[in-house]
């Protein structure tokens, strides 16, 4: 069976992942391919090690790139520290704000703890690029190739984090909003205070987007290997409990029948695993990929492997 329903209007946000090393780039570069024959597609990648560059033969970088030779298809590799260096530039005023009215720190502490990395924001930011590009309405595709699945897990997280973060910066802005309420006798609320309405503006789009199950999917990717299949039920099992559509399932790398002992042997270990896999996942619809004779590299051989893909 051939991945389906990826050309459905709705369906704007669509992400690859699984184990490192299963294809999820390769994946994602195909499904990039098939879909810019119909849509004004974005494929982008979200994994720090930036193989989707590699994939495609050619160097991809922070700003979005229009591939000259597929008509329709534009690539970015997201930065999360350059997207977390321009967070901080943009509300450094309105951060340190927050900490001056709230706290005994003096000039030079805020200064300090606003230099010091904020855990998993970098990521956030990174995520919160790619909210803002699909609200941009550039694109009727965004394809990502996100990162391995512990990564991409700890992804599906931050949300929460960046609330409980703004909780906190929250609770200090009312004590000291109570305090000048209670010696002023009123409160104007200013830059701080819009700083939280946008941070909370931000989590809530994130998880309404990939919460939205006519506008965002998520296609896990594996191969017949125990180890693969144990992180892809994690993987399948922490998305649905996050709320995100997970219908089809990708089965990597598996051997054709040939006239050779090893090959023979291979294909007897994998169908106990390819079987291992249709049980636990009965409810996905599955795609079988056979493994390809070459690497998968260049638009030449992710041009056949789409087709693989999609039929």
């Known amino acids: 069976m051939a991945l389906t329903g990826l050309k459905n209007d709705s369906l704007k946000l669509i992400l690859f992942g699984g184990k490192g090393g299963v294809g999820k780039t390769t994946c ?59 967070f901080k530039i943009e509300y450094e005023a309105q951060i340190k704000k927050i900490l001056d009215t709230s706290t005994y720190l003096d000039q030079e502490d805020i200064d300090s703890i606003f230099a010091l990395p904020i855990p998993g924001m970098d990521e956030v930011m990174g995520f919160k690029t790619i909210v803002d590009l699909t609200e941009s309405g550039g694109f009727d595709k965004y394809i990502v190739d996100t990162a391995p699945t512990g990564h991409a897990l700890r992804l599906l997280n931050l949300p929460e984090l960046l609330d409980e973060w703004i909780k906190v910066m929250a609770k200090m802005r009312w004590k000291y909003r109570y305090m000048v309420e209670t010696f ?53 099992n922490n998305l649905r409990k996050y709320g995100i559509k997970v219908r089809q399932l990708i089965i990597n790398n598996v051997v054709e029948d040939r006239d050779c002992a090893f090959c023979r042997e291979r294909k007897k270990e994998q169908s106990g695993y390819i079987n291992k896999i249709r049980k636990k996942f009965a409810d996905l619809e599955t795609t079988v990929i056979v493994l390809q004779p070459h690497e998968v590299k260049g638009m030449d051989e992710l041009n056949r492997f789409s087709k693989l893909l999609f039929g």
């Open 184 to 236: 002023a006798g009123s409160y104007r609320p200013d830059e701080g205070d819009d700083f939280l309405v946008s941070m909370k503006k931000t989590v809530k789009k994130i998880e309404n987007l990939l919460k939205d199950k006519n506008k965002c999917e998520f296609i896990a990717v594996t191969i017949p290997e125990d180890m693969a299949i144990l992180e892809t039920e994690r993987l399948v």
């Open 28 to 86: 994602a570069a195909g499904a990039g391919i098939y879909l810019s024959e119909y849509f004004k597609t974005l494929l982008f990648s979200t994994d720090p090690a930036h193989s989707l560059s590699d994939s495609l033969g050619q160097k991809i970088g922070p700003e979005i790139k229009a591939l000259k030779e597929i008509k329709n298809l534009s690539v970015l590799e997201v930065s999360a520290e350059i997207a977390l260096s321009k």
